[in-house]
C-alpha cells in the first residue's frame, strides 16, 4: 500500500530565505507525483506536476525534483515571501492507472516579515 | 477559464438528513474526482469518474455514500442518513484524463452534521 510522508510537519522561516520541503513514498512504481499549496479554508491550488520520466520541475521561485529510485521529492523555494505561507501538499498517483491521488500529511509553512 | 466549481461552499444539517454535494468541473475535462479532507484523516480519495462512468469507488466509506456523473460534466455525491462522522471538507478535482495529467481542484464544501 502506497504511503506518502512530509517533513517536517512545521516550518518557520524569515521573510527571504530559500528552503526545501520533502515528501516521500513507499512505493517506487509511480506514475507522477503533484505538489499543491492550500491557504486556510480553502481548496487545493496546483503548483507543479512531475512525470514519471522526469527529474524535476520549475515554476517561478518553485523547483521540485522527484528521485523514484529513493522515493522522495523535494519542493525548493527561492527567496521566500509572506505570501508562501500557507500548508504545501505532496500526492502520487497511485496504481491502478485510475489517477487516484494519495497525499501526503502537508508541511504548514508560515514566512515571517 | 473558469475553474473547478462547487455547491454548496458551506452546508450544515441534523444527523439522519440527506445531503447533496455538487461539482461542476474544467470544461473539457473528461475525469473527475471526489476527495473527503477531515482532521485526523488528511486527504482520502472516495471516488474517480472517467466520463458519466465511475471505474474507481473504492474510497467511498460506506454505502451511504453514492455519486453521479451526468453528460460527461457535472458531479453530485449523495450522503444519506448522515452520520456526525461524515462531517468534513469535500472536494472535487477534475483533470484532462487519467494518470499522466495534473488535477484541479475546486473550493470545496464543509459540512457539518450536527
Known amino acids: 500500500k502506497q504511503e506518502v510522508t512530509q517533513i517536517p510537519a512545521a516550518l518557520s522561516v524569515p521573510e527571504g530565505e530559500n528552503l526545501v520541503l520533502n515528501c516521500s513514498f513507499t512505493d517506487s512504481a509511480i506514475y507522477n507525483l503533484q505538489w499543491f499549496r492550500q491557504d486556510p479554508g480553502k481548496g487545493l491550488t496546483s503548483l507543479l506536476l512531475?512525470?514519471?520520466?522526469?527529474r524535476e520541475q520549475t515554476s517561478g521561485r518553485l523547483n521540485a525534483s522527484l528521485d523514484k529510485s529513493s522515493g522522495r521529492s523535494t519542493l525548493y523555494i527561492a527567496a521566500s515571501q509572506p505570501g508562501d505561507s500557507a500548508t504545501y501538499l505532496c500526492?502520487?498517483?497511485?496504481?491502478?492507472?485510475?489517477?487516484?491521488?494519495?497525499f501526503g500529511q502537508g508541511t504548514t509553512l508560515q514566512v515571517k516579515p | 477559464g473558469a475553474g473547478v466549481s462547487q455547491s454548496p461552499s458551506n452546508k450544515v444539517t441534523e444527523k439522519g438528513k440527506d445531503v447533496e454535494l455538487r461539482c461542476d468541473p474544467i470544461?473539457?475535462?473528461?475525469?473527475l474526482y471526489w476527495y473527503r479532507q477531515s482532521l485526523g484523516q488528511g486527504l482520502e480519495f472516495l471516488i474517480y469518474?472517467?466520463?458519466?462512468?465511475?471505474?474507481?469507488k473504492s474510497g467511498l466509506p460506506s454505502d451511504r455514500f453514492s455519486a453521479e456523473r451526468t453528460g460527461g460534466s457535472v458531479s453530485t455525491l449523495t450522503i444519506q442518513r448522515t452520520q456526525q462522522e461524515d462531517s468534513a471538507v469535500y472536494l472535487c478535482?477534475?483533470?484532462?484524463?487519467?494518470?499522466?495529467?495534473?488535477?484541479?481542484f475546486g473550493p470545496g464544501t464543509r459540512l457539518l452534521v450536527l
Open positions: 470544461s473539457g475535462h473528461t475525469a
Open positions: 478535482a477534475s483533470s484532462l484524463g487519467q494518470s499522466k495529467w495534473a488535477q484541479y
Open positions: 500526492a502520487v498517483f497511485g496504481s491502478g492507472n485510475t489517477g487516484k491521488l494519495i
Open positions: 469518474f472517467q466520463g458519466n462512468s465511475a471505474p474507481d
Open positions: 512531475i512525470q514519471s520520466s522526469q
